[in-house]
């Protein structure tokens, strides 16, 4: 059994008393949300604070405020179980409420705040292991060790970036506000982000993530899609969050993120322009899943083959924007097939016939020879 190391714990009320905590601790010093994912890493020693600054007893950094119409504001301690069943959330910013609804398993969304998963580590089968596996392996340049096991010539960590929520609140155009010892600032969350898995946050250790603000809803419809192995608990080993501006049946505005396919959120600005001004037709939904495919670049560090989460990034963009042009969930595309028998995978023949997954050449059903269904979660 792995045991928690010895640590302070501190538990400020207010945000002020938190950044200055933080500030007279230094290095020493983490933030603590929920904890659902900081005590695991602890335990493993990948973290190893010898103060926790927790932020559960600050009230002000919990709970919605706001409406669709002026935007909304929540709480960097929101629960994600709050986040993914909130009212306004749920009807107008529906992308997030199935990205929230997602992580993890629901006790781990009872206690995991959505400031924590903005922050939440990036990950990489050579890291997330135990003390004793790292070691006999040699550490890697994340913690403990000077080379990258998955990139041996590479001078940079490529660990995965692996939130549900931030491709989500990337294509909505959510900004984050920070409180450090300098005072606040708010920025776009793109900026919070940056493309490398040690300093995988543009943050100051010190600043704490206090709000997440949303824009005013504005005709914004979305759809976040995740694949990875075990329909609960799992991270994502593919997101695809998709936000559209339509008016009538055209597409106003557009903005489609990959999730885990980098050590940041990754935009897929070429694919989101061919939408504007457009109808979704299949014909474009086509094109579109195309371009999204290209800057798409997993690499062999997490579950599931890289071939395969990449050859997904395309059937998932199709299926959410099927999902955005029906007005449905995209949870209603349970199997590989889309609204009106249609095929979600733009190049598949199996689909093209009879509107029926035949078995091979398709890239919903290679992974592993076996069909995808019971690999994709697409909730
Ligand atoms: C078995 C398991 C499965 C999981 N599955 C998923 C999954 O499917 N999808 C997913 O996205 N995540 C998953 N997680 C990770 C984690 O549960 C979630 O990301 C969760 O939302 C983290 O929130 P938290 O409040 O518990 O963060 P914590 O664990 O408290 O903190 C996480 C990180 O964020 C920092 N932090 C927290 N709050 C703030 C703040 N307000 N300001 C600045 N820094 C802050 C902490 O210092 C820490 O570095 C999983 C974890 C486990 C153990
Ligand atoms: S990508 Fe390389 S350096 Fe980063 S965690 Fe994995 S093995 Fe370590």
């Avoid at 927790?54 to 301690?77: N, P, Y």
């Avoid at 946050?201 to 005709?219: H, M, N, R």
Wanted: proline share 7%; net charge positive.
């Amino acid at each position: 059994m792995m045991r928690l190391p010895e640590f302070s714990y501190l538990a400020p009320v207010s945000v002020g008393d938190a950044v200055k905590l933080m500030a007279d601790h230094g290095p020493a010093a983490m933030l603590v949300a929920g904890g659902t994912d900081l005590y695991p890493n602890m335990k493993r020693r990948q973290f190893e604070p010898s103060v926790l600054v927790g932020l559960r007893g600050i009230r002000d950094m919990s709970g919605v405020r706001g409406s669709s119409k002026t935007g909304l504001t929540i709480g960097a301690g929101t629960s994600l179980t709050a986040v993914s069943s909130h009212p306004d959330v749920a009807r107008h910013y529906s992308g997030l409420a199935t990205a929230a609804g997602l992580v993890s398993s629901p006790q781990l969304r009872n206690m995991g705040t959505l400031g924590g998963n903005v922050c939440v580590d990036t990950r990489c089968n050579y890291y997330n292991q135990s003390y004793e596996w790292r070691k006999a392996v040699n550490f890697c340049m994340k913690k403990d060790g000077d080379i990258c096991l998955v990139a041996p010539g590479s001078s940079r960590c490529w660990a995965v970036s692996s939130s549900d929520t931030a491709p989500m609140l990337w294509s909505l155009g959510a900004q984050v506000r920070l409180a450090g010892p300098k005072g606040e600032r708010l920025i776009p969350i793109s900026a919070l982000y940056q493309d490398d898995g040690i300093q995988y946050l543009s943050k100051q250790p010190g600043e704490v993530l206090t709000d997440i603000v949303l824009p005013p809803c504005d005709g914004w419809r979305s759809a976040y899609l995740k694949l990875r192995r075990r329909g609960s608990f799992d991270f994502p080993v593919l997101g695809v969050a998709v936000a559209l501006r339509m008016d009538g049946e055209t597409v106003r505005e557009a903005a489609i993120t990959l999730g885990a396919v980098a050590s940041q959120p990754r935009p897929a600005p070429e694919a989101a322009a061919l939408l504007v001004g457009q109808r979704l037709t299949p014909e474009l939904i086509a094109a579109v899943a195309d371009a999204a495919f290209k800057p798409g670049k997993p690499l062999d560090n997490t579950d599931l083959t890289h071939p395969y989460r990449k050859k997904m990034i395309r059937v998932f963009v199709a299926r959410a924007l099927y999902s955005l042009a029906h007005g449905q969930p995209a949870s209603t595309n349970r199997s590989n097939h889309l609204p009106h028998g249609q095929a979600a995978s733009t190049n598949c023949p199996n689909h093209l016939t009879h509107g029926e997954a035949a078995s091979t050449n398709c890239p919903n059903h290679l992974a592993h020879g076996q069909p995808a269904e019971g690999q994709v979660e697409d909730k």
